[in-house]
C-alpha cells in the first residue's frame, strides 16, 4: 500500500549510542516532516523538508540531523543518545499547503 | 505564530450521546485546519479540513467540524459517539502566509466512550 514507511517500530539505545530512523514515502510529496511525541505534549516538529537537497529546523531540532538526497527518504539521525530523547518518533508527508499529512505508523525510542 | 489550544486533557461520553472535542487556534493571516484522530500504537490518520468555503466540514466516520472565525475555533463533532471512537484527537492549524509549510499540532485530547 501507499504511504509513509517508518523502520525500525521499536529500538532501546543506551546513552551515546547513535542510530538512524529511516522514513520513506512512494506518493512523490514534495514535504516531508519529522515528529516527536512525548505524553500530554502533542507533537513537536524536529524537522522538515519541501524538497531534495532542503531542510530546516523545526520548533526542537537539538540532538538530531538529516538529509533529503531523495524525494523518497528523509531519514532522522540521532548522534549522541540521551534520555531526554526517550520518545515516539512520527514521519509525514505533504504535498501542497491545502492537503493533509500522511503519518507514518511511528518509531517507539527509549534511551536508557 | 500559529497555534492550537485544545483546552481539555479528556473527553468521556456515553456510547450513543453527541460527542464534542474543543479546539481554539491562533494565527496571523487565514487558517488551514486540520482534525487528526490517533488509535492505540498506530500514527495519525486524517479526519477532515477546512481550506475555504462552507463553515461546516464533514469527514469521515460521521465526523464533523465547524470553523467560526469570530471565536477563532474549530471544535470536531459527532452527534452520537461509538465506543470504537475511543482516542487521542489531535487539532492543528496552518498560517496561510506565503512560505509556510508546517502544521502547529496541538497537544491531543484523549476520548472516552462509555458503553
Known amino acids: 500500500n501507499a504511504g509513509v514507511t517508518q523502520t525500525p517500530k521499536f529500538r532501546i539505545l543506551k546513552i551515546g549510542q547513535s542510530m538512524t530512523l529511516q522514513c520513506t514515502q512512494d506518493m512523490n510529496h514534495n514535504y516531508m516532516y519529522w515528529y516527536r511525541q512525548d505524553p500530554g505534549m502533542g507533537l513537536k516538529l524536529i524537522y522538515y523538508s519541501v524538497g531534495a537537497g532542503i531542510t530546516d529546523k523545526g520548533e526542537v531540532p537539538n540532538g538530531y540531523n538529516v538529509s533529503r538526497s531523495t524525494t523518497e527518504d528523509f531519514p532522522l539521525r540521532l548522534e549522541l543518545a540521551a534520555p531526554s530523547q526517550t520518545s515516539v518518533y512520527f514521519c509525514a508527508s505533504g504535498y501542497t499547503e491545502h492537503y493533509g499529512y500522511t503519518f507514518g505508523s511511528g518509531t517507539r525510542l527509549t534511551v536508557v | ?115
Open chain 2, 1 to 115: 505564530a500559529q497555534s492550537v489550544a485544545q483546552p481539555e486533557d479528556q473527553v468521556n461520553v456515553a456510547e450513543g450521546n453527541p460527542l464534542t472535542v474543543k479546539c481554539t487556534y491562533s494565527v496571523s493571516g487565514n487558517p488551514y485546519l486540520f482534525w487528526y484522530v490517533q488509535y492505540p500504537n498506530r500514527g495519525l490518520q486524517f479526519l477532515l479540513k477546512y481550506i475555504t468555503g462552507d463553515n461546516l466540514v464533514k469527514g469521515s466516520y460521521g465526523f464533523e467540524a465547524e470553523f467560526n472565525k469570530s471565536q477563532t475555533s474549530f471544535h470536531l463533532k459527532k452527534p452520537s459517539a461509538l465506543v470504537s471512537d475511543s482516542a487521542l484527537y489531535f487539532c492543528a492549524v496552518r498560517d496561510r502566509a506565503r512560505g509556510n509549510n508546517r502544521l502547529a499540532f496541538g497537544k491531543g485530547n484523549q476520548v472516552v466512550v462509555i458503553p
